[in-house]
């Protein structure tokens, strides 16, 4: 209709997902003014399916311009199309290509074994972990009651693996190797590829964000024991310091509209 402002994009997402933030933190990156929407976890992959046609099972989902869009990579591709200021993707086709290596080396090899790791060391403290289930639950889950910490612990147990040792221990072992691998990337330089942020960094940046909890990023309620008690295997690595940088440099807030169903998004605010 003539003179009828494009649809704001509507990001479906996870408040505490670090896939979700990867895609948030790109949004907020160019300054695009969205909306947030959130469903109850478990559930979302109901509404990943049916907003995609059964493309796409898992969050975050993007509506950019009408058309659903799974997969945070694919989302942040079709940002770039639509909206290249700022760039996240070097101009230089050999970087660029460098680029688009490390963000994928980050999705595959980082993000599922931290969230294996990180939710395997939350679910320890079962009381603080059923206290952070019922107070992050979206309302729908809430209403559950005693029930909502079981289902927390089941979803993570069944989706990603997260009530075996042993299978924690490998994504631990995992997670090790990819931040020295990282660290050697990085060599004596500030950003992975070249000299500014691009997507390789806030790809790795965001996957990472649970094993360090930096102020600028999403808010929990809680930090992870398994950090706070092996501080010498991990919070001190190289590569977890860098993350923290490029969070205070670079993770700035973006624009939600004002009709956004979810104002804060990313839990922050949140009490
Ligand atoms: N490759 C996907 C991974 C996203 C992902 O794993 N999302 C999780 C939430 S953190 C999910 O929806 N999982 C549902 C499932 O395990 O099937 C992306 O980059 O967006």
């Known amino acids: 209709m003539p003179g009828q402002a494009a649809a704001k994009p509507v990001l479906w997402h996870i408040p505490i997902s670090h896939y979700s933030e990867k895609v948030r933190w790109a949004l907020d990156y160019k300054g695009i003014e969205h909306q947030r929407r959130v469903t109850v ?21 993007l509506v950019l311009d009408q058309r659903p869009i799974g997969d945070s990579s694919a989302i942040i591709a079709a940002l770039e199309r639509r909206h290249p200021d700022p760039p996240l993707y070097p101009s230089e086709p050999a970087e660029r290509r460098r680029a688009l290596a490390l963000e994928e080396f980050a999705d595959d090899q980082l993000g599922p074994h931290v969230r294996r790791f990180a939710y395997h060391e ?29 289902y927390a612990r089941a979803f993570t147990a069944m989706r990603f693996g997260a009530g075996s040792e042993a299978a924690a221990k490998r994504s631990r072992a995992r997670v090790e190797r990819a931040l020295d691998r990282l660290e050697r990337e990085l060599g004596a ?11 390789a960094d806030l790809a790795a940046a965001s996957l990472l964000y649970p094993l360090v909890l930096p102020p600028e990023g999403p808010k929990l309620r809680f930090t992870l024991d398994g950090i706070e008690d092996r501080p010498e295997r991990l919070a001190e690595h190289p590569t977890l310091h860098w993350v923290r940088e490029m969070f205070r440099r670079h993770r700035r807030r973006g624009i939600l509209s004002a009709d956004a169903g979810d104002p804060a998004g990313d839990g922050a605010g949140a009490s």
């Open 189 to 199: 330089n500030r950003y992975l590829v070249g000299d500014r942020f691009t997507i």
């Open 41 to 61: 976890p478990g559930y979302h992959m109901l509404v990943a399916l049916a907003l995609t046609r059964g493309r796409q099972i898992t969050f975050p989902v």
């Open 122 to 150: 939350a679910r320890r403290d079962r009381a603080r972990f059923a206290e952070w289930a019922r107070r992050e639950s979206p309302p729908a889950l809430a209403r559950l009651g005693p029930l909502a910490p079981a």
